[in-house]
């Protein structure tokens, strides 16, 4: 059973940085695809970007080119810069995991921005 740990969340103005992180457990599986995921109050849970084990990435329109997913698989943990935030990037950031056989959701950590 994998375990899934965020961290990073808090609170910063528009324009700030902030760097979430994920560190996997308790699996021999490396993940096939691990992915961030946000949730905003009365919306949808929605992809912010995914990658792969080798480093292919994909990202949802709304963050590309101000957010920067990477992984160090050594180090079973994962990683999403984001930079010029805006306050409609306030939400609930879930790490997901996909091994191919499962799939795996962190506890999420909340970012809030504000203007």
């Known amino acids: 059973q994998m375990q899934l740990v965020e961290s990073g969340g808090g609170l910063v103005q528009a324009g700030g940085s902030l760097r979430l992180s994920c560190t996997s457990s308790?699996?021999?599986?490396?993940?096939?695809?691990m992915g961030w995921y946000r949730q905003a109050p009365g919306k949808q849970r929605e992809l912010v970007a995914t990658?792969?084990?080798?480093?292919?990435?994909n990202y949802a329109d709304s963050v590309k080119g101000r957010f920067t997913i990477s992984r160090d698989n050594a180090k079973n943990t994962m990683y999403l810069q984001m930079n010029s935030l805006k306050p409609e990037d306030t939400a609930v950031y879930y790490c997901?995991?996909?091994?191919?056989?499962?799939?795996?959701w962190g506890q999420g950590t909340q970012v809030t921005v504000s203007s």
């Open positions: 997901n995991a996909d091994t191919g056989l499962a799939s795996y």
């Open positions: 308790g699996s021999i599986f490396s993940p096939n695809v």
């Open positions: 990658i792969s084990r080798i480093g292919s990435t």
